[in-house]
């Protein structure tokens, strides 16, 4: 069973950066699609970004584009989300979800779109 882990969460002030990563221990993640979500206290869960087999990116949430960036290393099976210009708004946990197919949803369309969800890294951002 592929299991996703996330890492690399914690506690940053306001303008501060944190990279995130994606790991499938015994699996690679190099053919399927990736994508990012988090869920704040008391809020829904949302999609923020997916990175396609190819590496081809879709944007879901306009408020973390162009502070947020997904990338993958397929030397060392590994996808990123690269944090940068974090405010309070950003504290969550933060999820990655793995695609058995190469390609990104158009949209985001929520947690039936992805076969396998990792346990999540708290986010957390505050001065």
């Known amino acids: 069973q592929l299991q996703p882990v996330e890492s690399g969460g914690g506690s940053v002030q306001p303008g501060g950066s944190l990279r995130l990563s994606c790991t499938a221990p015994?699996?690679?993640?190099?053919?399927?699609?990736v994508g990012w979500f988090r869920q704040a206290p008391g809020k829904e869960r949302e999609g923020l970004t997916c990175?396609?087999?190819?590496?081809?990116?879709?944007n879901y949430k306009d408020s973390v584009n162009g502070r947020f960036t997904t990338s993958r290393d397929n030397a060392n099976d590994t996808i990123y989300l690269q944090m940068n210009s974090l405010t309070t708004e950003d504290t969550a946990i933060y999820f990655c979800?793995?695609?058995?197919?190469?390609?990104?949803?158009?949209?985001?369309?929520?947690?039936?779109?992805?076969?396998?969800w990792g346990r999540g890294t708290q986010v957390t951002v505050s001065s």
């Open positions: 990175i396609g087999m190819l590496g081809e990116i879709t």
């Open positions: 015994g699996f690679s993640l190099n053919w399927y699609a």
């Open positions: 979800a793995v695609r058995v197919v190469s390609g990104c949803p158009p949209t985001d369309r929520g947690r039936n779109d992805y076969d396998w």
